[in-house]
């Protein structure tokens, strides 16, 4: 079992006996869709794959707060945000703008780079790097302004 896996169990037993429902609710929605992957797919997952799901989860509850939101459900959106804190304690400490720039600079020049062209390469050496711990939209955005300057 991967290491993140295992704690994120060991997280579900703690919240079970701190009777925490709301928190042991979204553990156990997680850990029901990293089993469900793994039995559609017959693999076991590694700590790679485990915090891909998380980061992939973590986006769909921002994409559900910004839809409930628009939809003047604040009720809604809180549940989403709650769920989201909870799957957030589980992803690593997110980059600051500095160090996604630098990662970037880096891909660059390890990719020569030139134009836009080039950005699947830039994206490709950068996306493994940030996978949970920045919004590969957002880097994508930095990425496309820096080969187009």
Sequence with gaps: MSELKQQITTEMKAAMR?????RLGTIRMML????????DERI???????LAT???MSKQRRDSISQYEAADRPDLA???RREME???TFL???LTVEEISNLIDQAI??????SMQDMGKVMGIVKPQIQGRADVGETSKLVKQRLTS
């Design 54 to 56: 998380l980061d992939k």
């Design 44 to 50: 076991e997952l590694d700590d790679a794959r485990v």
């Design 32 to 39: 029901a869709e990293l089993k469900r992957i793994e039995v």
């Design 18 to 22: 701190a009777k925490d429902k709301e």
């Design 109 to 114: 020049t390890a990719s020569g780079a030139q």
């Design 92 to 94: 690593p400490q997110p």
């Design 78 to 80: 809180d549940v989403e």
């Design 86 to 88: 909870v799957i957030k």
